[in-house]
C-alpha cells in the first residue's frame, strides 16, 4: 500500500493493538475475533456495490461505520464491529486497499497472543511446512483447490487433516486460504499470511533451498548474515532439495539470489543459447 492507503493502514493497526488486542484474554479470544473478521472480508468480497461506497472518500466515514455496524451487529462480537468500523471510516485509495487492510486485521487479530518470537516461529514453520506438503502432493492440493467444490467441504478436509496436529491460529490462516483465497492460488495465499505473519514481527522471510539439510550453526550463520544484509531479523523457511546439486538458492520478497550449481549450468545454457 502507498500514499493515503499507508497512513490509514498504520492508524488502524494502532486502534487494532490498543482498543481490542490489549484487552484480549485468552489466546482463542484472538483466533475467533480473527476468524469473525475473515467473514467481514468474504462479505466485502462478494459485494462489490457495498465494498466501493464503502471505499468511495465521498462518503462520511460515520455513515460507513453505522452501516457496517448494522451489518454485523447480529453476526459477530461486538469487538469485530468495532475493527470492521475503523477499517472502513478511514481513507483508503480503493476498494483492493480496503478489503487487503480488512484482512490484514484479521490475520494480525488470529496471531496476537503469538508475538513471542518461539511463537511466530512456530507458526511460520507451520504454515511454511503445509505449503510444502500442498506442492508436494498433487492429489491433496487438486481436492483442496477443485472448482465448484463448497467451501464447506475445503474446510472440512483441512481440519480432518490438521486438527490437533496446529496451533488453532495456523488452522485458522489455512483454512481461509484453502476456502477463500481471494483469486490468488492455494501457494500464493499461504504465503502472503506468512508474509504478513513476519510482518506483523517486523521481520523478512527467507525461502532457503538446499540440496542438503542445513545444521543448526549452518542456519544460524546464514540467518545473522542476511539479517546484516537486510537491516532486519530474517525468518528461514528452509527447503531441501537435491535436483539443485549444490549450493543455495535464497528468495528474500521478490529479490531471489541463485548460488545453485544448477542455476549456474541453468545460465551457461542460455548464454551458449544466445
Not at 471505499?55 to 460507513?64: F, I
Not at 483492493?96 to 518470537?117: I, N
Not at 481471494?182 to 506468512?194: I, K, M, P, S
Request: charged share 25%; aromatic share 4%; net charge negative.
Amino acid at each position: 500500500m502507498r500514499g493515503i492507503s499507508r497512513t490509514s493502514l498504520a492508524e488502524v493497526t494502532r486502534r487494532l493493538d490498543e482498543n481490542v488486542l490489549a484487552s484480549a484474554g485468552t489466546p482463542q479470544s484472538g483466533v475467533s475475533l480473527g476468524s469473525e473478521l475473515f467473514e467481514v472480508v468474504a462479505l466485502l468480497g462478494n459485494e462489490h456495490s457495498l465494498r466501493r461506497w464503502l471505499a468511495d472518500q465521498a462518503n462520511p466515514a460515520e455513515a460507513k461505520s453505522g452501516l457496517i455496524g448494522q451489518l454485523l451487529e447480529s453476526r459477530v462480537s461486538p469487538s469485530a464491529v468495532l475493527v470492521a468500523g475503523d477499517v472502513v471510516s478511514a481513507r483508503w485509495s480503493g476498494p483492493r486497499d480496503l478489503v487487503d487492510a480488512m484482512e490484514r486485521m484479521a490475520v494480525y487479530a488470529t496471531v496476537a497472543q503469538l508475538q513471542t518470537a518461539s511463537g511466530l516461529d512456530e507458526l511460520e514453520d507451520e504454515l511454511f511446512r503445509f505449503q510444502r506438503i500442498v506442492i508436494a502432493q498433487p492429489a491433496l492440493r487438486d481436492a483442496l483447490t477443485r472448482d465448484g467444490a463448497a467451501p464447506e467441504l475445503r474446510l472440512s478436509l483441512v481440519e480432518n487433516l490438521l486438527s490437533g496436529k496446529v496451533h488453532p491460529a495456523t488452522l485458522v490462516l489455512v483454512g481461509e486460504a484453502v476456502a477463500r483465497p481471494r483469486g490468488r492460488t492455494l501457494e500464493q495465499a499461504l504465503d502472503n499470511f506468512g508474509q504478513l505473519v513476519a510482518e506483523r514481527a517486523k521481520r523478512y522471510v527467507a525461502v532457503v533451498r538446499s540440496a542438503v539439510a542445513l545444521s543448526e550453526q549452518q542456519q544460524s550463520r546464514l540467518g545473522a548474515a542476511l539479517s546484516r544484509a537486510y537491516g532486519r531479523d530474517i525468518h528461514l523457511n528452509i527447503e531441501v532439495a537435491p535436483e539443485i546439486v549444490g549450493g543455495l538458492s535464497i528468495q528474500v520478497g521478490d529479490e531471489v539470489i541463485d548460488g545453485t550449481i544448477a542455476g549456474r549450468i541453468a545460465e551457461a545454457q542460455r548464454r551458449l543459447a544466445g
